[in-house]
């Protein structure tokens, strides 16, 4: 079960790593074991759940392509 600094730090490689990002949209529970946490069915729901899109996907959509330029 990850905890929920475990969560935070998974959302946080999403946000600045776009491949990685693009990792937890395809596969949530993969690129999760990827980054050494494993998820409990309702984390993955959560991940998979955002307005049916999944929070994966709503940043894929809202957060810029590339990182390292400052998005305002």
Known sequence: MATEKEMHELVGRAVMDVGFRKKLVADPKAAAKE?????????????KSAEGKGLAAVLEERLPKTTGIPYV
Do not use: D, F, P
Request: proline share 0%; hydrophobic share 55%.
């Open 35 to 47: 980054a050494g946490i494993t998820l409990t069915g309702e984390q993955l729901v959560v991940l």
